[in-house]
């Protein structure tokens, strides 16, 4: 399971090593208000599992007047075809020199592999590749609870003695939270002391069965939402978005696609009862999605009513054209909406498919 940035720092932080103050925010949170609590010099990082974030726009700096407009910017916006839906406002420290630490496993031996370098900051792969020689590398055994004051000498190579205490800190996270990959880069020196400026923390999906942890699975951002909204959700690889009520209905749509030489882009199932709300974060979700063409929204309405799940997809207002098929209550007043605002309502499942992969293709 990868943790996101925020959390792997909670973790960091709870184990004594040092991350910038800062505090987790969502849309709609008062951001000037929460970053009073922090400074004045301020950095605005999307939380989404994606690398190179900076280079994609995910990172930004800001102050105490500008926080509240940059983070909702953010929040608006995609990061390599990933919605954000959280930032973390940090405090910007005052960085004297850049390092990368991991520790990882080393496949030959099955043991415990520390990487560190003086030329944190970037692509560890970009380093491999330049600069070899840059890297110094230690195969811990498996057994021992500490790294050796030696192997800790040997990995600096005169980098500041302060990092020492760092490294072993690391390792003990990296043991007891049976992770495939703890990382900090960069690991920064600074006036103030050394700190963890980004951190990244990889867990072996096994281990969580043993350590009690029950969520096992490598959830993106897209099927973080989902889970937030209590969705059925599974991506898959065409171009046509999915929703539907009951597993049954919503697999039987997706079969649908797929005989008639369409390519389903997901699996969501709304549940039964679906509001406008839930409706509206549902079309949001898939029209975020990258390759998404178009959208068929096919929903019996029982206790669905069908004029509410009108209003959500009118509510979402995304970019790709939306093909409904609605039967049941209310399901006069649905399209009456639906036409009234442009969108396609159909009588049949085998109607909506067809026009949905006709328009993918």
């Known amino acids: 399971m990868k943790l996101l940035e925020f959390e792997a720092k909670e973790i960091l932080k709870s184990a004594g090593i040092p991350v910038p103050k800062g505090i987790v925010m969502k849309a709609g949170d008062d951001m000037k208000a929460a970053a009073a609590q922090i400074g004045d010099r301020l950095v605005v990082k999307a939380q989404v599992d994606v690398g190179g974030r900076g280079k994609a726009g995910g990172i930004l700096m800001a102050d105490s007047g500008s926080v509240q407009a940059t983070a909702d910017g953010l929040l608006q916006s995609s990061i390599k075809g990933i919605p954000v839906y959280t930032v973390l406002i940090e405090e910007q420290i005052s960085i004297e020199h850049e390092y990368y630490l991991s520790i990882t496993i080393d496949r030959a031996s099955g043991s415990p592999l520390i990487l560190f370098t003086a030329s944190g900051g970037v692509d560890i792969e970009e380093v491999a590749t330049s600069t070899p020689d840059a890297i110094r590398k230690a195969v811990i055994h498996p057994l021992l609870t500490d790294v050796p004051g030696y192997t800790i000498r040997y990995l600096l190579n005169g980098a500041p003695k302060e990092i020492g205490p760092i490294i072993n800190r690391l390792y003990n996270v ?26 990244k923390l990889i867990v072996d999906d096994n281990a969580l069965i043993r350590q009690g942890i029950h969520e096992n699975r490598d959830l993106n951002e897209r099927e973080r939402c989902a889970e937030e909204f209590g969705f059925s959700f599974v991506e898959l690889h065409g171009s046509i978005g999915v929703i539907g ?14 005989v008639l030489g369409g390519r389903p882009a997901n699996f969501l199932d709304v549940g039964g ?11 949001r979700l898939l029209g975020s999605m990258p390759g ?18 009108a209003a959500g997809i009118i509510d979402a207002g995304v970019a790709q054209q939306v093909i409904v098929r609605l039967a049941g209550t209310n399901e006069e007043e649905g399209r009456r909406m639906l036409n009234a605002h442009g969108y396609r309502m159909l009588d049949t499942m085998e109607e909506a498919v067809a026009a949905a992969v006709e328009e993918s293709s």
């Open 273 to 283: 009862g679906a509001d406008r709300v839930r409706v509206a974060h549902a079309v």
């Open 292 to 309: 998404v063409t178009v959208i068929i929204v096919n929903l019996l309405g029982g206790i669905t009513r069908c004029d509410e799940v």
């Open 245 to 258: 009520n009951g597993a049954g209905l919503t697999m039987a749509t997706v079969d649908l696609i797929t």
């Open 174 to 199: 990296f043991r007891s939270r049976d992770a495939l990959l703890a990382e900090i880069n960069p690991l920064v020196t600074t006036p103030d002391g050394v700190y963890a400026a980004d951190a």
